[in-house]
């Protein structure tokens, strides 16, 4: 159904304007609108690419043997398995682990880095299309990993998003489906056990991009999802005691032909409030959702494409040292943004592999610039891109 309603939207793409409405659920009727300037994309000075396998699905950065060199670990969807590549310094990779088909199942998907048993060492928690389970890569001390844990769950995950929800001290995994089905929350008994009690937030198909962030600033995090066939964005406020409040904070009508492909969440404008960020597949634009601190959105940003339409979408709130910055994947190239002194977005053009996705902002060779990683989804590689960005 996705694949008609995509190749529709295409054909009506061909011979009609794009107009963007104003009028969504939860939004106010103020909008801004960034267009690219484009003079075509270029390699930055200093890159990597890394031989990711076929279709690579996301990528994670951070210091797997704790030698103070951030390292990479990339899901290959195509290929059926997870890599792990250490840094060496001076910006150089050494390919150190295949986590083979047999270890992470057919197609596995998005992976999260987080130190689940507390042993001081960085493991990872993958979602486990192929096998319908969210799987616990144990780090061996900084030599390999190993399958230390597998929960089988109800629908087969895509997206993984990890929180202390309930802040009993457990880590717990929000999963979005890969197609049909609700967004799963397992609630972590006792950690380090890898074991949970399941709970479900009703949602539509395609949910499977999800995030976690405070929207209502009210100490609790909260979820979010896209419902791609659905042309939703959604998050479902916690409201303590493992019960959610689910909100429409973007919606079009299928008239419209918007299809939100996943978000993120960030600070984009440096108030103090999270801001949700989407990319529009099909409507050739980036929407910027900002909220006002307490659970609704304020205004509506656009970002318009230049002539496909985005995949991907990256953002980092402003800290000591950086701006906040987004990253927009589009067919064949990518666009770094930082907002200027009258609020508008400088976008700067980088060749991108075929759809680039999965955007990770890092600063990996610790010389105090930002530096951005992605993988090409459609294609073998993955790339890090070293800044200065923009």
């Known amino acids: 159904m996705l694949s008609f309603v995509r190749n529709v939207c295409l054909l009506w793409l061909c011979f009609v304007p794009f107009v963007l409405v104003a009028g969504c659920t939860g939004v106010a009727t103020k909008a801004r609108e960034t267009k690219v300037q484009n003079e075509g994309p270029v390699y930055p000075a200093h890159h990597v690419e890394f031989d990711a396998g076929r279709d690579p699905e996301n990528i994670v950065a951070a210091d797997f043997n704790n030698d103070g060199i951030l390292d990479v670990a990339i899901s290959s969807h195509g290929d059926s398995c997870v890599k792990i590549f250490l840094g060496k310094g001076h910006r150089g990779f050494h390919l150190a682990t295949v986590i083979p088909k047999a270890v992470v199942g057919f197609h596995p998907d998005c992976l999260a880095a987080t130190d689940w048993d507390k042993d001081g060492y960085i493991d990872l928690v993958l979602a486990a299309e192929g096998r319908s389970k969210v799987i616990w890569l144990r780090n061996k001390g900084g030599n390999g990993f190993e399958k230390a844990g597998a929960v089988p769950v109800k629908y087969p995950p895509k997206g993984i998003a990890l929180s202390d929800l309930d802040g009993d001290g457990n880590m717990d995994i929000v999963l979005g489906p890969y197609s049909r089905g609700n967004v799963m929350v397992l609630w972590g008994k006792a950690q380090p056990r890898f074991e949970f009690q399941a709970s479900e937030i009703p949602a539509e198909r395609f949910a499977s991009s999800v995030s976690i962030a405070d929207w209502n600033s009210d100490g609790r995090p909260d979820v979010f999802w896209t419902e791609t066939e659905k ?139 930002m530096d951005v990683l992605f993988v090409d989804s459609a294609g073998d590689t993955a790339s890090l891109y070293y800044g200065p960005l923009t």
């Open 231 to 369: 042309y939703n964005v959604k998050v479902a406020l916690n409201q303590g005691n493992r019960r959610f409040h689910t909100k429409i904070l973007f919606h079009r009508s299928p008239m419209i032909l918007e299809l939100p492909r996943s978000v993120v969440t960030a600070d984009v404008d440096g108030d103090g409030c999270v801001d949700a960020l989407s990319p529009l597949e099909i409507g050739k634009a980036a929407i910027i959702l900002h909220g006002d601190c307490k659970g609704n959105v304020k205004d509506l940003e656009t970002i318009k494409a230049p002539a496909w339409g985005y995949r991907g979408i990256g953002a980092i709130a402003a800290s000591p040292g950086h701006p906040a910055y987004i990253a927009l994947g589009e067919k064949l190239r990518i666009f770094i943004g930082v907002r200027n002194k009258a609020g508008k977005w400088d976008l700067h053009e980088y060749k991108g592999g075929k759809v680039p996705e999965a955007f990770v902002f890092k600063d990996m060779d610790k010389d105090g610039n």
